[in-house]
């Protein structure tokens, strides 16, 4: 049986195959899960509705994720790094994952499966991200799933020095 942490990586894998494939095949995507040993069925049902939720909301991440990064908008990142935060963001603006916890798996997902910088980089994006986030989300403990739920729409730009 898988934990948290290994169901959170194969929802990674799999959202990095979604991108890859542009969401076309999602069945081809899908039944490659099962070639994942030391999974259940469910928790292979779990990651894929991880990854394509994530994959679905992809839009709405990368507008938010290039507010917080302009200078490394999704279409420039690394096809790991983009996966990597894309699922961070979907897990944090859904309120069931405390923020710090998924910061703290997404950066150990960087110095895994991506470059030596990327970590560095994962934890800034994030960082920054985890403090847009309403305060009932930010607050959530780590052994309690947040109160407050997704927001509807991507989270408001804050303001720059200079602006307002």
Do not use: C
């Amino acid at each position: 049986m898988a934990g948290v942490k290994d169901i959170r990586r194969l929802a990674f894998q799999t959202l990095y195959q979604l991108d890859a494939r542009h969401g076309d095949e999602s069945g081809v995507v899908r039944d490659s899960l099962e070639g994942a040993e030391g999974f259940t069925s469910g928790e292979r049902a779990k990651a894929f509705e991880m990854a394509e939720a994530a994959y679905a909301r992809r839009k709405d991440a990368d507008r938010e994720l290039e507010a917080i990064a302009p200078d490394w908008p999704p279409s420039r990142q690394a096809a790991v790094d983009r996966s990597i935060l894309r699922l961070a963001w979907h897990e944090m603006t859904g309120g069931k994952t405390p923020p710090k916890v998924v910061i703290n798996e997404a950066i150990e997902l960087a110095k895994t499966f991506s470059t030596d910088k990327s970590p560095a980089f994962i934890n800034g994006v994030l960082d920054k991200l985890f403090k847009r986030l309403p305060t009932t989300i930010q607050s959530a403990d780590a052994n309690e799933p947040a109160i407050a739920p997704a927001p509807a729409a991507p989270l408001p730009p804050t303001v720059s020095e200079g602006e307002g």
